[in-house]
């Protein structure tokens, strides 16, 4: 492998696009958006006012359902999904009822 790396480096052996025929990388001409912080805190507020006027009971209920259809394989989740979304459960907690039943994905590192 050392010999292999030598060889790429020195260019004894070349290899299109990694050591010949690259691109010349160039930085974005656009500004990369940034959230102004008190948008970002107005969209807490927002956030906070929905789920304290919203119905807790509805929201854990279709929560639970959501929960009961995963664990069904052969039931469509999207009618649940939608009831969620109108009771004004949050996408983190929707999410969180998936990863209840599903588990996280974490992605393991390959070397």
């Not at 070349?14 to 959230?35: C, M, S, T, W, Y």
């Not at 959501?66 to 004004?88: H, K, Q, W």
Request: proline share 2%; aromatic share 10%; net charge negative.
């Amino acid at each position: 492998s050392y010999r292999y790396a030598r060889s790429l480096e020195t260019q004894e052996r070349i290899v299109v696009g990694l050591n010949h025929f690259r691109k010349a990388e160039k930085a974005p001409d656009f500004d990369l958006f940034q959230l102004e912080e008190e948008v970002e805190h107005g969209q807490a507020d927002a956030v906070r006012e929905v789920r304290r006027k919203r119905d807790q009971r509805r929201v854990d209920e279709s929560l639970r359902r959501v929960e009961a259809a995963c664990r069904d394989l052969g039931d469509n989740l999207m009618p649940y999904l939608i009831d969620c979304v109108n009771a004004y459960a949050t996408e983190g907690e929707i999410v969180e009822s998936l990863v209840n039943v599903y588990g996280r994905y974490t992605e393991r590192a390959v070397f």
